[in-house]
């Protein structure tokens, strides 16, 4: 029998989810906001870019208002109506302070108890190569959690700059090829293929499968994945890190 994962915390009340591009949270992660959300918990997206390098037949300035269209959409669907977008530029995202410091500010506004990130990790599992911007963001969200809570790292000097805020308690990454929790989802994939569907048109540029039918494969293949490991229901992973 694989380890089995152990259960997600649910001591907290309000989650920051932080990603890299439109879409990167809902291959898979939307199940587990959508089931947050019912239960009455608070979740903002935070996204480094608008995706703007995502859709070859799109120019980056048409693409990004396409892909921000459907990334507020999507959040919708799941419960989440807070969304905003850093301004990084899609596909060359650089980890540094500059990454970290707008993080930490987002952390810093948000108040979150609970980070969600996208793997951080070279891989997502043997040869499959992660991509640079996924990379970038993942450790930034890791190393900005503590970054937030220290006043003398990236002081606010604005009369109305959020103050430090040292209450994240766990970073919880999604997709990660060493994954330690994860959360049940029984009733809420059809909630997670919808807001995957809405990024119909990055859908339809990535496939020649039919939207619908390439959405639910995709969650029904996250879910069971994880369902091995917890007990045989279908699930959403995570690597948690504590603080």
Same mark, same amino acid.
């Given at each position: 029998?694989?380890?089995?994962?152990?259960?997600?915390?649910?001591?907290?009340?309000?989650?920051?989810?932080?990603?890299?591009?439109?879409?990167?949270?809902?291959?898979?992660?939307?199940?587990?906001?959508?089931?947050?959300?019912?239960?009455?918990?608070?979740?903002?997206? &935070?996204?480094?870019?608008?995706?703007?390098?995502?859709?070859?037949?799109?120019?980056?300035?048409?693409?990004?208002?396409?892909?921000?269209?459907?990334?507020?959409?999507?959040?919708?669907?799941?419960? &989440?109506?807070?969304?905003?977008?850093?301004?990084?530029?899609?596909?060359?995202?650089?980890?540094?302070?500059?990454?970290?410091?707008?993080?930490?500010?987002?952390?810093?506004?948000?108040?979150?108890?609970?980070?969600?990130?996208?793997?951080?990790?070279?891989?997502?599992?043997?040869?499959?190569?992660?991509?640079?911007?996924?990379?970038? &963001?993942?450790?930034?969200?890791?190393?900005?959690?503590?970054?937030?809570?220290?006043?003398?790292?990236?002081?606010?000097?604005?009369?109305?700059?959020?103050?430090?805020?040292?209450?994240?308690?766990?970073?919880?990454?999604?997709?990660?090829?060493?994954?330690?929790?994860? &959360?049940?989802?029984?009733?809420?994939?059809?909630?997670?293929?919808?807001?995957?569907?809405?990024?119909?048109?990055?859908?339809?540029?990535?496939?020649?499968?039919?939207?619908?039918?390439?959405?639910?494969?995709?969650?029904?293949?996250?879910?069971?994945?994880?369902?091995?490991?917890?007990?045989?229901?279908?699930?959403?992973?995570?690597?948690?890190?504590?603080?």
């Amino acid at each position: 029998m694989p380890e089995q994962l152990e259960a997600m915390p649910t001591d907290w009340t309000r989650a920051l989810a932080v990603v890299a591009h439109p879409d990167d949270l809902e291959y898979g992660t939307a199940a587990a906001i959508a089931r947050w959300t019912g239960e009455g918990r608070e979740i903002f997206y &935070v996204l480094a870019t608008r995706g703007e390098a995502g859709i070859d037949t799109l120019d980056p300035v048409r693409a990004a208002s396409v892909r921000e269209r459907e990334q507020r959409a999507s959040a919708a669907v799941v419960g &989440v109506t807070s969304v905003e977008f850093l301004g990084h530029r899609d596909g060359v995202i650089e980890y540094g302070t500059a990454l970290r410091r707008d993080i930490a500010r987002a952390i810093r506004r948000h108040r979150p108890e609970l980070l969600i990130t996208i793997n951080h990790h070279d891989t997502w599992g043997g040869t499959s190569w992660n991509t640079p911007d996924h990379r970038a &963001v993942g450790r930034a969200v890791l190393d900005a959690a503590a970054d937030a809570g220290n006043r003398w790292i990236f002081p606010d000097r604005s009369w109305d700059g959020p103050a430090p805020w040292n209450g994240v308690r766990w970073v919880a990454v999604s997709g990660s090829p060493s994954p330690t929790h994860a &959360v049940g989802v029984d009733g809420h994939l059809e909630t997670a293929v919808r807001s995957l569907l809405e990024h119909r048109a990055y859908i339809e540029a990535l496939t020649d499968r039919d939207p619908e039918e390439y959405c639910r494969a995709f969650v029904e293949e996250v879910v069971s994945g994880a369902a091995a490991r917890f007990g045989g229901r279908p699930a959403v992973s995570f690597e948690l890190f504590t603080r």
